[in-house]
């Protein structure tokens, strides 16, 4: 499923995770928009165009501390209008503590906040509507890459009878199921969902050359770009785990395409052949 395509700057799964929130932020009236993220996180770019979009300025708190050079992810967010504050890793840690949204509330009394990656409720809210644009009765897996695990558990929720959802967790030290519930309000889980933990090469937006090829190959025989965060890893562990005999004779196998292409402009010219 090539969710990619569906729009250049709000791509992919952010679409969705995003679609709930802003409605919110809509009916609350709310006067700004104000979430959280990293230097080359697709979320704080897709919010910023869509908050421009909406005439709402937004403020994204990102985590570590300002850069001589911004990453082209900030570059595009300020492009689009949103005001960048950094903060030292140690404190982002405790970003949704109560102590310090209180503090923000204070400041910006009519903002509305969006959790980072578009997390939460609403963020899951929309990404089960994902499964809408197909025939579900067509697949017998699901398989998505996984970062804070909304679109994970927003796919689950959308799952027919006797079908599995898979998650390819893209961050080192995801280590089952219970570590995406505890972030996710301990939302419901079941045989049905399963993790597969062999395919984070290294940890977050950790690359190397075989991954790199994998790309390269990847796009010279289906013409389909891949992300070196996310869906690279997602389609290295699908084609493994093929190869292996993992999947059951005969089945199909929905693949989501989350986008996040924005992520490979980080990378030095030439790297990847698309």
């Not at 250049?8 to 959280?36: C, D, E, M, Y």
């Not at 919010?47 to 909406?54: G, V």
């Not at 030290?173 to 219970?178: M, S």
Request: glycine residues 10%.
């Amino acid at each position: 499923m090539r969710l990619d395509k569906i729009h250049p700057v709000i791509s992919g799964n952010k679409w969705f995770k995003l679609k709930h929130h802003l409605l919110q932020a809509q009916k609350q009236n709310a006067n700004r928009l104000i979430t959280w993220g990293g230097a080359y996180s697709n979320h704080i770019v897709a919010l910023a165009y869509a908050s421009a979009e909406m005439g709402l300025p937004s403020i994204g708190i990102i985590r570590g501390e300002e850069p001589l050079h911004l990453s082209k992810t900030l570059e595009d967010a300020k492009k689009y209008g949103m005001s960048l504050r950094f903060v030292k890793r140690t404190d982002y840690k405790s970003k949704s503590e109560k102590e310090n949204l209180d503090k923000l509330s204070k400041e910006f009394p009519d903002a509305y906040f969006i959790p980072e990656g578009g997390a939460g409720e609403q963020g899951v809210r929309g990404a089960q509507e994902i499964l809408q644009l197909v025939d579900r009765n067509l697949y017998h897996y699901v398989i998505c890459a996984v970062g804070t695990g909304t679109m994970f558990h927003g796919l689950s929720r959308g799952l027919k009878e006797n079908q599995t959802i898979i998650g390819i967790p893209v961050l080192k030290g995801i280590t089952d199921l219970g570590t995406l519930t505890a972030a996710h309000h301990a939302l419901a889980q079941g045989p049905d969902q399963k993790l597969i933990f062999d395919y984070h090469f290294g940890g977050y937006a950790k690359r190397n050359l075989d991954l790199f090829r994998f790309m390269n190959d990847f796009y010279a025989r289906t013409g389909i770009p891949l992300d070196f965060v996310y869906t690279a890893k997602l389609m290295y562990a699908v084609l493994d785990l093929a190869d292996k005999g993992y999947f059951k004779e005969g089945a199909s196998i929905l693949v989501i395409h989350s986008g996040g292409l924005q992520g490979n402009l980080s990378l030095r010219k030439g790297i990847l052949a698309f």
